[in-house]
């Protein structure tokens, strides 16, 4: 593992491949380790890294934005001299991926919008709240999604039900998935509050960039209605449904995550 300075920001980082790189991004990097790395630098250039706030990278002050999670990709990227990347990630990766494309689209190859949303719902706004009081209590967040309508007694899990007994549920866990300390959980939660890029669907309109955005069949309904609406706002983008999979779908699906990203990359030309 390296470590660059990235706009005044130390990020750790991983490189692996050769060819068009492809930075797979969101939280720590360990994430994306076991199943995406070893599979897409067969192909690409991968490059993962601990977001700020994660794993071995700096914490910076407060509060932080989609657009400042965004130019830490530009950052990291000026720092490694690449001048065009294919950029994408899972849940707040995706956010900033799509954030990164309309604010840097000289610097994106294409972009992948993983698993997010544009735009919050009034149970996704409370969830956030909620899960802001969650850490503060010091325990878990994000073990379940929002809710999509008040009927619900809960949303789905993050997660499918039993995957921590599974063989690879059981070697998950063996990972250091380090989130952060509780300000920096905070933070990164606090991104989300008044997240909606509905002000710029007129970019996205004219946004030369392909875009593939991809949810799980299994996330809360309003996470695939919002996400079918945000690629609809893409002038060049794919929608795919990954079927029985939750939110973690890198982890709980790899084999139909990375070929659903990997046939995109492909029809993109990449």
Request: proline share 7%.
């Amino acid at each position: 593992m390296a470590s660059v300075n990235a706009g005044g920001i130390k990020l750790y980082y991983e490189s692996i491949g050769e060819g068009t790189p492809f930075i797979l991004h969101g939280h720590n990097l360990i994430w994306y380790m076991p199943f995406q790395v070893p599979y897409f630098s067969q192909f690409y250039r991968v490059i993962v890294f601990d977001r700020r706030g994660t794993g071995r990278s700096d914490v910076p002050p407060g509060p932080w934005t989609a657009a400042d999670l965004a130019r830490d990709v530009r950052n990291l990227m000026d720092a490694l001299a690449i001048d065009k990347a294919i950029v994408g990630g899972i849940s707040l990766g995706g956010v900033v991926s799509s954030q990164f494309g309309l604010d840097y689209p000289d610097r994106a190859r294409a972009l992948i919008v993983g698993h997010t949303i544009p735009r919050l719902w009034p149970l996704g706004a409370q969830w956030i709240q909620d899960q802001i009081a969650i850490a503060e209590q010091d325990e878990q967040v994000v073990v379940r999604q929002p809710r999509s309508y008040d009927w619900e007694e809960e949303g789905p899990p993050t997660i499918a039900e039993g995957f921590e007994e599974t063989q690879v549920g059981r070697y998950v866990a063996t990972l250091n998935n380090n989130l952060g300390n509780k300000q920096a959980i905070i933070k990164m939660i606090s991104v989300l509050a008044d997240w909606d890029q509905r002000p710029r669907y007129p970019e996205l309109q004219r946004l030369e960039v392909p875009a593939l955005v991809i949810v799980g069949g299994n996330e809360p309904q309003k996470t695939i209605e919002y996400a079918y609406e945000w690629h609809l706002q893409y002038k060049h983008s794919d929608f795919v449904i990954l079927p029985n999979t939750h939110h973690n779908a890198g982890i709980e699906n790899p084999v139909g995550w990375n070929k659903a990203v990997h046939g995109f990359l492909q029809r993109s030309g990449l």
